[in-house]
């Protein structure tokens, strides 16, 4: 008798788990909160600096990454502030 099988992968139950999940309220919420994180995190690459550490230890990774981190947001500041008025020369 020939017939036909469909293999079902292993681990097919948490597949199925993580689909339903991700169809939930809380999962949608949580996604665009990573979205705004991941593309504050993608802005640093272009900044100098973060691709190698020159502070050593953890104090000296932690402290560089809040000075790159606050460098991010000054710029992001300074792209929100109107700039100042410059008077005009006669």
């Known amino acids: 008798m020939d017939f036909r099988s469909v293999t079902r992968e292993e681990n097919e139950d948490v597949r199925q ?6 169809k939930t309220e809380q999962y949608v919420s949580s996604m665009r909160l990573r979205k705004k994180v991941e593309m504050l995190l993608a802005c640093l ?7 190698r550490l020159r502070l050593h230890g953890p104090y000296g990774a932690n402290d560089e990454f809040l000075l790159v981190a606050t460098a991010q947001n000054i710029r992001k500041l300074a792209e929100v502030l109107p ?3 410059q008077p005009r020369k006669a």
């Open 17 to 22: 788990v993580a689909r339903e999940i991700a």
């Open 45 to 51: 690459k272009p900044i100098p600096g973060p691709g």
């Open 83 to 85: 700039a100042p008025h």
